[in-house]
């Protein structure tokens, strides 16, 4: 277990960042927390980073045996890129080397990785706010750490930084470390994680493999211009679970798999004429309205 | 703790703010005694300039001096850069980077009482140099007979630096910070103690507060203000050396303290 938190709080005044928490963190995931701003995630990863005192609860990391300080042994990133702005980018890792006390650091290497070795010298208060942000990841990278944390790692970037730095992400996930990632954006999590815990409110809603968490109901998306009689017929299929209604028709959840070319062969048998008509994957999106809507 | 300081090093030995204070203060330490070589005669009783440059008086001048750069400087110097690890949020990712905060304070606390170190060590080398080309006959006695005064120029430097650093760290704001650090010791502290202190209470005890304590370490030379003070209040108006230690010694480990403490439970 890399990481396992046990009853983790936090309150501010009356305020409750971040309720009863446990969260269990395997070795080789690449774990997304999700949740609106606000949700406690960055106070939970503040927690467990050793800038905020828990107001109940403990956390642990690697089972209790990662030495006195295993902080050394993260690389991590909590919510802006944080550095000595009238220093250089070598200038910046070296501190950071220093403080994990990494005889031989491979500064070079890790600002190759994420595309800035060529203003290695250039001062931190000249970056961009992209180059800030990928200065934060290769300054993770330092040592080597088999965990990684970042916290909105594409927060207030352009496209093509977001575009840069999730690509960045996914090839150190393909290393085989442990990434731990706070984000309030579904679709990065979906597309980079394999865990995910929903967050809201300070409160966990639901932790698991991403697949898990996506249940495996299919859905269709199915339109007519008679929405009376279109409803009459959708509701004697067999597989429906359940039936939304839409502004192109309906959304039908289906149990099992019915192909479309059936389903539309039948509608046309009892009368209706489809005017559209679309299979498609439950995303994530939908999942977390969903759960959070439920709490 | 040596590790430590040389991480600080790093954060500070390309830092602008930090190479112009220094440069004052290696600048203006002799520069200003060496000013006193253009003065015509010093305030009667003392008429010559000579004494400013001699062994042993040397020692003095050159303290008072140093310990009026020691509180602007370095004790500014002290406070912002605690203040810039709050505006970078450095300091937070410091720990987050794998620093105890035991580490923190060790690190702060270790570089600033290298930096004395060093301003006192510099101090030694100004009085040594000027003395030695300024006094006529030199006796190995006289030039050492006020040399007590090195470990309270050092005490001196590290206690500005304490006071500063506290101030940072309870503040956290730079401008902020550094108006209440200057105001603090130039301002409240003097208005409270004969504005309201004496005022109350004319006794001894208007003198055992913390900053007047760090000033007394070095006291100031020629007054002959002090002379009547002592005629009309009934007591000194410095205290004497060993009383400045002391009072010195407990106000700057209650200030230590603070910040401990406060490091220990503060969220960052």
Redesign the interface.
């Known amino acids: 277990m890399i990481l396992d938190t046990q009853h983790l709080s936090k309150r501010f005044g009356s305020l409750t960042a971040v309720n009863q928490l446990n969260l269990q963190i395997e070795k080789g995931t690449v774990f997304g927390m999700l949740g609106p701003n606000g949700s406690g995630k960055t106070t939970t990863l503040g927690m467990v980073l050793g800038i905020i005192h828990p107001t109940s609860g403990s956390y642990s990391w690697f089972d209790g045996k990662g030495g006195e300080n295993p902080r050394r042994q993260l690389g991590a990133l909590l919510e802006t890129p944080n550095f000595y702005p009238y220093l250089s980018a070598a200038d910046n890792l070296k501190i950071v080397a220093q403080i994990k006390r990494i005889a031989k650091p491979a500064i070079d290497e890790s600002l190759d990785l994420v595309n800035l070795l060529h203003r290695k010298h250039s001062k931190f208060k000249t970056y961009s706010l992209g180059m800030k942000q990928r200065l934060a990841i290769a300054s993770a990278m330092i040592g080597d750490p088999q965990v990684l944390i970042f916290d909105e790692p594409t927060n207030g970037l352009d496209p093509q930084g977001i575009a840069e730095v999730r690509e960045t992400i996914r090839q150190i996930a393909s290393t085989g470390k442990t990434i731990i990632m706070a984000s309030h954006i579904l679709d990065e999590v979906e597309k980079i994680c394999s865990h995910v815990a929903i967050i809201k409110n300070g409160n966990l809603l639901a932790t698991g493999p991403v697949g898990a968490i996506i249940n495996d109901e299919i859905l269709i998306e199915v339109g007519a211009q008679d929405k009376v009689q279109l409803k009459a017929f959708l509701t004697q299929l067999p597989p429906l679970s359940r039936l939304e209604e839409t502004d192109f028709g309906f959304l039908l959840y289906l149990k099992e798999a019915l192909p479309t070319a059936d389903l539309n062969g039948q509608a046309f048998a009892a009368g209706v004429t489809l005017t559209h008509l679309r299979q498609r994957q439950k995303s994530l999106e939908a999942e977390f309205l969903e759960i959070t809507n439920q709490n | 703790m040596l590790?430590l300081i040389?991480?600080e090093w790093?954060?500070w030995n390309?830092?602008?703010i930090f190479r112009i204070v220094s440069l004052f203060y290696i600048v203006l330490l002799p520069g200003l005694l060496l000013l006193g070589k253009r003065l015509p005669e010093l305030p009667p009783p003392i008429g010559t300039t000579e004494v400013l440059f001699i062994f042993p008086t040397i020692w003095n001048y050159q303290g008072y001096i140093g310990a009026w750069l020691c509180f602007f400087f370095l004790g500014f110097f002290s406070v912002i850069s605690i203040t810039m690890e709050f505006n970078?949020?450095?300091l937070?990712?410091?720990?987050?980077?794998?620093?105890?905060?035991q580490d923190v304070f060790l690190a702060k606390f270790g570089s600033i009482g290298a930096l004395s170190l060093l301003a006192t060590l510099y101090y030694v080398l100004c009085v040594l140099i000027i003395g030695y080309a300024n006094t006529d006959v030199v006796y190995l006695s006289k030039v050492f007979q006020e040399a007590s005064i090195i470990p309270r120029y050092f005490l001196m430097c590290f206690s500005y630096m304490t006071f500063g650093l506290m101030i940072g760290f309870l503040v956290k704001r730079t401008v902020i910070a550094v108006f209440l650090y200057l105001i603090y010791i130039m301002i409240l502290e003097p208005a409270i103690r004969w504005g309201v202190h004496r005022h109350l209470w004319e006794h001894k005890s208007m003198h055992f507060y913390p900053m007047n304590a760090v000033e007394d370490l070095i006291p100031a030379p020629l007054s002959p203000i002090a002379e009547e003070f002592v005629e009309q209040a009934g007591f000194s108006l410095f205290l004497s050396p060993n009383e400045a230690v002391i009072t010195t010694l407990v106000y700057t480990s209650a200030f230590i303290f603070i910040v401990y403490s406060h490091l220990k439970?503060a969220?960052?």
């Open positions: 590790h040389r991480t790093l954060k390309k830092q602008l970078n949020r450095t937070r990712q410091n720990i987050i980077n794998g620093w105890s905060r439970r969220d960052l």
